[in-house]
């Protein structure tokens, strides 16, 4: 089940973080710190309503946001979708004990269909260049690599998909 995320959820929702951010390192992938995603972030997001998560067997096993903002490195990217008719992914974590059980994938349709819902035309998001996980189970879905972006931690590959 996927739902939106509450005040009370903040702090397991940073565990998911630190859980995918021990496991990223211990693959040699340097995306994510102490820096960055925060608790504030997190709680900021849910403040917002822009948080959702994906419960299992009722504990809280992914995070993700969804909503239209973007960081201005985006206005570089040539986007299938011209307009303002999007909805941006951002921050999406399975928890390292609940990866490899499809949720992921089940959180990125979620964003689909949310996108739909909303008469909005794509979903867009970046992805770590050293993140083959991600980059994979994203083209797989279908999302089309746009270019590519830096931030703090390097080299983000940009995805779009038309809904």
Same mark, same amino acid.
Request: hydrophobic letters at 40%; glycine letters at 6%.
């Given at each position: 089940?996927?739902?939106?995320?509450?005040? =009370?959820?903040?702090?397991?929702?940073?565990?998911?973080?630190?859980?995918?951010?021990?496991?990223?390192?211990?693959? *040699?992938?340097?995306?994510?710190?102490? +820096? &960055? @995603?925060?608790?504030?972030?997190?709680?900021?997001?849910?403040?917002?309503? +822009? #948080?959702? *998560?994906?419960?299992?067997?009722?504990?809280?096993? *992914?995070?993700?946001?969804? $909503?239209?903002?973007?960081?201005? /490195? &985006?206005?570089?990217?040539?986007?299938?979708?011209?307009?303002?008719?999007?909805?941006?992914? +951002?921050?999406?974590?399975? +928890?390292?004990?609940?990866? !490899?059980? *499809?949720?992921?994938?089940?959180?990125?349709?979620? %964003?689909? /269909?949310?996108?739909?819902? &909303? $008469?909005?035309? =794509?979903?867009?998001?970046? #992805?770590?260049? /050293? $993140? @083959?996980? =991600?980059?994979?189970? &994203?083209?797989?879905? !279908?999302?089309?690599?746009? !270019?590519?972006?830096?931030?703090?931690? %390097?080299?983000?590959?940009?995805?779009?998909?038309?809904?």
């Amino acid at each position: 089940m996927i739902r939106r995320l509450t005040v =009370s959820d903040a702090e397991s929702a940073l565990e998911i973080v630190k859980s995918v951010i021990t496991k990223m390192r211990a693959m *040699g992938i340097d995306q994510w710190d102490e +820096h &960055y @995603p925060t608790l504030n972030d997190i709680q900021q997001d849910i403040e917002k309503q +822009h #948080a959702y *998560g994906f419960l299992y067997e009722y504990k809280l096993a *992914g995070y993700v946001i969804f $909503n239209q903002e973007y960081d201005i /490195e &985006y206005n570089d990217i040539e986007w299938l979708n011209c307009s303002d008719d999007f909805l941006v992914m +951002h921050r999406l974590s399975v +928890h390292a004990d609940f990866q !490899g059980k *499809g949720i992921a994938r089940q959180l990125v349709r979620f %964003g689909e /269909e949310l996108a739909i819902n &909303y $008469n909005l035309k =794509s979903l867009r998001f970046d #992805a770590f260049t /050293e $993140n @083959p996980v =991600s980059n994979i189970l &994203y083209e797989k879905m !279908g999302y089309q690599n746009l !270019g590519q972006v830096t931030f703090r931690k %390097g080299l983000f590959n940009c995805y779009e998909k038309m809904l």
